[in-house]
């Protein structure tokens, strides 16, 4: 582990500069900044149905134990901690990782970001709640050992909602083609289609974790709304719901 | 600023929300989002003292959407018992001189659920009612003090009043009237286009009841409303060219009055003015841009329209709801509310509407604003038309009434 003692100067500004580009609505990652309220959106409604909180008050997550992993610069992480979640934010990058602090410190937020990685969390064995496995998967070398990595760190009664694209023709025709090269919403190169999970491929993973997956949804965008939302159509962009059983009492 | 009055204390300067303006548009702003997020700190910034505010004795045509609004914020109670309702619309078209003027569209006011589609409410009576309501839902009530100066950054917005208090916030809503400083401030440029039009406005009591008709004649220099307040008493709109105007305006009671009677006609019974007659300059604006990341504009901060739908103040309680309805959601999904990425959706959902209205009260102004016989032809041919087609009347009654499928929840009458 690295552990900056000396802070540069011109480290922080650089960061800082590279935070304000993070979180730029209309800036580089907007496509992102578009996609997170349907994201918000279902982990809020599944938390609260899951845990039986209430949707009235302003930090219905309190209390909860959540890890958001490949945070990136926090675009989910502040959200989850604003409504009232102990989150811990891990990326392997440590360059997101500053960012994100930076910016968590200007929203003055209280997030607890880590430089590392899901198998270093579960060595350590760290468990959570809500494990968030957002728009990772699909960038990771060895699905099947990064999803039951994941899923030891869920607590017993606890969930993890994995999101992902699905390899599909329709993905490559508007996840590759239409999001990078048409649309330019994402860097060419963003995605690499055969590296995309069909959702069975991540149940399959999750076979012998004792995570069972009880709900998968969807998620669209309509063009003429500019607007994402869940759906019935798994072909493109979708999450999946895998919570693990209470143990039982002996 | 010695006669700055703070209603609470104001030793924390951090605000999640500041809005600029405490007229109806910005308390009404501030009580919604309180209601529906109390732990959020809320604070309205308005230049004149509250006595001042209530003094307004303007009247305005609250459609039922706003009504709907103000029923859902708690206040309508109080304001029901000033309220004239609209029990039914007449629209002429004549000239001056015609002795009798031809009814061409005359509704029904009542909507599908019996309610009428407005009421007639003292302006007053709204702002001293919103007023109360602010300070009973904790809303930090800063009057007779100004926002003179902001710096919008990513992360929040520092605001300084002219009294020299500084304040920081998440977001900054104006609702500060036409002639907005804070939207010149925030550097957003405004389309218009004035009327060469004054519109004179003014209350008079008469002999005979009005029954809850209000009446618009589209005259050639322009609509002439009476629309019905409590008691035998009638609030005037009467938009005359500019040097027309001017030359009413400086008229000696006695002939102001013999020319306010050759357009009221007699049908009420004798006229008294009761109120000193007030000439508003009249045209459309519209802001270029309804929001910036961390800053919104609403009210007539962001549009201007010609009064003749008497849409102005209901434009106002629109945006009021979506704005609100869109803070109060990207809040509840954890969402910085302040954002541009959130703001736009409000503009979005407003944007269209506006827009639309604005075209809309234009054209009619255009249209009726004529003295050519074609026109008057044509206007009187497409009213016949109106009149005898109900399913275009009640489209019109309806959209008049603010309602609509996609309408944010507090005009449905629904909490956030």
Known sequence: MTESTSVDETEVARFSAMASEWWDPSGKFRPLHKFNPVRLHYIREKACRHFGLSTSVSRPFEGLQLLDIGCGGGLLSEPMARLGAHVTGADASNTNIEIAKIHAGQSDIKIDYRATTAEALSKNGETFDIVLNMEVVEHVADVDFFMQTCANMVRPGGFMITATLNRTLKSFALGIVGAEYILRWLPVGTHKWDRFVKPGELELALKDTGLETTEQTGVTFNPIANIWSQSKDMDVNYMIFSERKKARPV | ?416
């Open chain 2, 1 to 416: 600023m010695k006669n700055q009055t703070v209603a609470h204390s104001v030793d924390k300067q951090y605000f999640d929300l500041v809005v600029a303006g405490g007229n109806y548009v910005g308390l009404s702003l501030a009580v919604a989002i309180k209601q529906a997020l109390p732990e959020i700190g809320v604070c309205v910034v308005e230049p004149r003292h509250q006595k001042e505010l209530v003094k307004d004795s303007r009247s305005s045509a609250v459609a039922a959407a706003a009504r709907n609004l103000l029923n859902v914020l708690g206040v309508w109670a109080d304001i029901e018992p000033h309220a004239q309702p609209i029990n039914d619309m007449v629209i002429t078209d004549s000239k001056l001189s015609d002795v009798v003027r031809p009814t061409f569209l005359t509704f029904d006011g009542k909507l599908d659920d019996g309610q009428p589609f407005a009421h007639m409410v003292p302006n007053g009576v709204m702002v001293a009612s919103l007023y109360q309501k602010a300070l009973q839902s904790n809303v930090t009530l800063i009057t007779g003090d100004l926002v003179s100066n902001f710096d919008l950054t990513a992360s929040g917005v520092q605001i300084e009043l002219k009294s020299g208090l500084q304040i920081r916030t998440k977001l900054l809503a104006a609702a500060d009237g036409v002639r907005s400083s804070l939207r010149e401030l925030a550097g957003i440029s405004v389309v218009q286009v004035p009327y060469d039009q004054i519109g004179i406005v003014t209350t008079v009591a008469h002999e005979r009841p009005h029954e809850g008709r209000a009446i618009e004649h589209f005259l050639p220099s322009g609509p002439f409303a009476i629309l019905p307040l409590k008691g035998n008493q009638s609030s005037l709109v009467w938009s005359e060219k500019t040097y027309e105007a001017e030359r009413l305006l400086k008229m000696d009671d006695f002939t102001f009055q013999i020319e306010l009677e050759r357009r009221f006609g007699r049908r009420l019974g004798d006229l008294e003015i009761l109120a000193r007659p007030r000439g508003f300059p009249l045209g459309l604006s519209l802001a270029r841009s309804f929001v910036k990341n961390r800053f919104a504009l609403l009210g007539d901060a962001a549009h201007g329209i010609h009064p003749i739908a008497g849409q102005g103040l209901n434009l106002g309680f629109k945006d009021v709801a979506a704005l609100a309805e869109t803070v109060v959601n990207a809040a509840r999904l954890g969402q910085d509310f302040g954002t541009l990425d959130v703001l736009e959706n409000y503009q979005q959902w407003r944007r269209f509407d506006t827009v639309q209205m604005g075209i809309t009260s234009d054209v009619l102004n255009r249209v009726f604003s004529n003295n050519s016989e074609p026109m008057r032809f044509i206007r009187d041919f497409g009213l016949g038309l109106v009149d005898r087609i109900p399913a275009l009347k009640t489209y019109f009654i309806n959209e008049a009434a603010g309602g609509g499928d996609h309408a944010p929840r507090l005009l449905q009458g629904e909490l956030i």
